[in-house]
């Protein structure tokens, strides 16, 4: 009887431990939750793993996996492989333990160059104050030195966000035409164009490299390719 009950526990206690999709998480009570990133311009397609639990399945570059996961778990092993490797037979092309916080949401990337990946955890902004939003600047431009993000022709709203890491602006509600800067100068490096942002809004603009591809036709032109701007909200 002892040894039956010992059996039990151990098996509520995985259970706990299982990922699941966004959509049943009433049912788990301290979790975080995520979305994975694909931010490497020369890595191939990947799966993506968080423990045992594939979470991403053979996203592309700038893409995120179709679903958020929560986890009732702060330390996971986040894995990457090439899309379509069996997980159990090939070593992986990054792996890496990672911490969240239980009753956050995050965006994990996987960026930097395929001979040096890295996993880089970004904790999602809080909701803002009403008659505010937040834009928050996720950096992950290999090759990009800091960047400032800018009105275009007025103020600097974000200063010398630097490579793998992530700068939160909050600011009233409305329209703005905005860019990238070369940190520290009025250098510009991207134009957003012109965006609205409604009251307690929350949103990301992520910052990523020309692909592999794109940067090779560019220099053969010799031109440069252009950096890779998407907004997309928090979630």
Known sequence: MRFS??????AVLAGAMLLSGAGVTRAVTRSACFRILHASPDAPNLDVYVNRTRV???????QFS??????AATIVLVR?????????????????????????SYVIAVADRLQQLQVVALENPTAPP???????????????GGVDLAVTGGAVWLFNVAFLSAQTTTQPAGTYTLELRQAGTPTALASL????????ERKT???????????MDAMARGAAAPLITFVEPDR
């Open 66 to 71: 179709q679903r958020r996961w929560c986890i």
């Open 130 to 144: 009403a008659g505010r939003f937040s834009l928050r600047v996720a950096h992950l431009a290999v090759d990009v």
């Open 5 to 10: 009950l010992r059996i039990l526990a151990l």
């Open 193 to 200: 164009g012109t965006l609205t942002f409604r009251s307690r």
């Open 56 to 62: 991403a399945d053979g996203i592309a570059y700038t």
């Open 205 to 215: 603009l992520y910052v990523l490299a020309p692909s592999a591809a794109t940067a």
């Open 80 to 104: 990457a492989f090439p899309a379509g490797a069996d997980p159990n037979a090939t070593a992986p092309l990054v792996s890496a333990n990672i911490t969240m916080a239980f009753s956050r």
